[in-house]
């Protein structure tokens, strides 16, 4: 180790010890030298005084001038989030409120539908009601179409006109199927009107609107004889107010929906769906024309 | 570097650069100057430039422009210097002033090695890569400064 540093080589050894770029082994050599040689010593105090020290006093100052700043507000599609967030809230209660006002349509639907499985056809329903009558026993009216056989049912139109009629009172329809007492084709005739007076005209004379009205058809005398005679209880006037009365249970039955109009106008559904139904299958052999007025419109075999 | 670490070296370093600077240059104003245009340069450098390595960076290019603005007001700065009769009148034994006078009297390159060893602690290899000298150089030139300024020291103390 003391070899290391001799008095030859002290000098770089020393500036080496200022500079701090000795190790400890090379350290340890020279302060023993310089501890074995007084000028070694002086030289290392010498060199140690010249080495300079940082003037902490010495500032810059302020240094704002150098600092940077974050660049003022980097725009982004979604700066005004709040404003996007609250439309979007918007719209999804919107879209809530649409989606439960559509589920409660069902409701409504289903109590309309079955109503509406009646026939299509205002005549079918019309001739729905009248099979339904026909189907009573417990009305005051005795519907012969359907009690009698195919020819007697041939002869009941005039019953069914007084079902129609009827059936206009309560609610105004434009059309009224009549099954006339033809044997070959009953023809269904439709009318127009809707007031009670109408009705009046329709049921007071029974056969004699089947001939005048509107039109098409009218049976022959045999026929309304025999009608007569199977139906004690045949006048259509008189029934008017039993068939309304009859009537009446019928609309009990109507399914109730939300709403007195809805109530009704179900009922009025049901009633029809019932008539056609029975009528359907009463006429099964019988070709019904539907007329309006006195345009034939098509006719419905059996 | 990122924007928040570029102004955390301003912080740090910025004293330290206009002291080296200063030293450097002989001069507070250019000093300054040398320092905001390092800072400037580093920013416009950032993205290349890690962290850890700012320091030296911001070292580089102050000794570079220091060199520079000395050389260039070499003549002029040191006769400021040497018509600053403050030096001259004052006690000779105030080692402090003695040693400013002696490090002025060095070139300003070696003068450079002798602050980055002295004020900033760096070690040869590193001043190398600074001032673009090899390690033997760094060594060698600061030996002979060392030398210089004891000469300067003990013939100060001699006169006295």
């Given at each position: ?10 000098e ?21 030298l ?5 000028e ?8 140690q005084?010249?080495?300079?020290q940082?003037d ?49 349509e069902?409701?409504i ?47 009941r ?5 007084a ?7 309560k609610?105004?329809v ?11 084709e ?11 007076k109408t ?6 004379p ?13 049976a ?12 004690p ?37 049901k ?26 419109l ?5 | ?10 912080h740090?370093?910025?004293d ?18 040398v ?9 416009e ?15 580089q ?28 009148r ?20 070696a003068?450079?090695?002798?602050l ?26 600061l ?14 103390e001699?006169?006295?």
């Open positions: 180790m003391e070899d290391m540093v001799t008095m030859k080589n002290y770089e050894f020393i500036l080496l010890y200022i500079d701090n770029e000795l190790n400890a082994e090379e350290e340890q050599s020279l302060l023993a310089a501890a074995q040689h007084p070694v010593s002086a030289e290392l105090e010498l060199y005084s010249v080495k300079l940082p902490t006093t010495a500032t810059y100052g302020d240094v704002s001038g150098l600092l940077k700043e974050e660049p003022a507000s980097k725009t982004i599609a979604f700066g005004n989030w709040k404003t996007y967030a609250a439309a979007a809230c918007v719209l999804l209660a919107v879209c809530i409120f649409f989606f439960n006002s559509n589920t409660s069902p409701e639907l289903t109590a309309q539908n079955t109503v509406d499985n009646r026939p299509a056809t205002p005549e079918q329903a019309t001739i729905a009601e009248e099979a339904d009558k026909h189907t009573q026993p417990s009305k005051a009216e005795p519907l012969p179409l359907a009690q009698e056989d195919t020819k007697q049912s041939q002869l139109p005039k019953q069914p006109v079902h129609i009629a009827m059936e206009t009172k609610q105004p434009k059309e009224q199927v009549v099954i006339t007492p033809d044997p070959v009953p023809v269904i005739v439709k009318k127009e009107n809707t007031a009670e009705i009046a005209k329709t049921i007071a029974k056969k004699e609107s089947i001939t005048n009205k509107d039109k098409p058809i009218v022959t005398k045999k026929e309304l004889q025999s009608i007569a005679a199977e139906e209880t045949k006048p259509v006037i008189e029934d008017e107010p039993v068939l309304a009365s009859t009537e009446e249970p019928k609309e009990k039955k109507l399914i109730s929906v939300s709403g007195p109009l809805n109530s009704s106008i179900a009922n009025i559904f009633k029809k769906i019932e008539t056609a139904k029975n009528a359907t299958a009463q006429l099964k052999e019988t070709d019904v024309v539907v007329q309006i007025g006195k345009k034939e098509f006719t419905v075999r059996f | 570097m990122e924007l928040k670490e570029y102004n955390a070296c301003v740090e370093w910025a330290a650069l206009f002291r080296f600077a200063r030293k450097c240059t002989g001069h507070e104003e250019d000093a300054r100057d320092v905001q245009n390092s800072f400037v340069v580093l920013w450098k950032r993205k290349d430039i890690p962290k850890e390595k700012g320091k030296a960076f911001l070292f290019v102050a000794y570079r422009q220091s060199i520079n603005l000395y050389r260039k007001n070499s003549r002029m700065t040191y006769k400021e210097e040497m018509d600053d009769d403050r030096v001259t004052s006690s000779p034994t105030d080692l402090k002033q003695i040693l400013e006078k002696a490090l002025s009297q060095l070139d300003e390159q003068r450079a090695l002798v980055l060893k002295d004020y900033e602690g760096y070690r040869y290899d590193e001043i190398a890569k600074i001032t673009g000298l090899s390690d033997a150089q760094v060594k060698v030139y030996h002979r400064a060392r030398k210089s300024l004891k000469q300067y020291l003990v013939s100060v001699n006169l006295i």
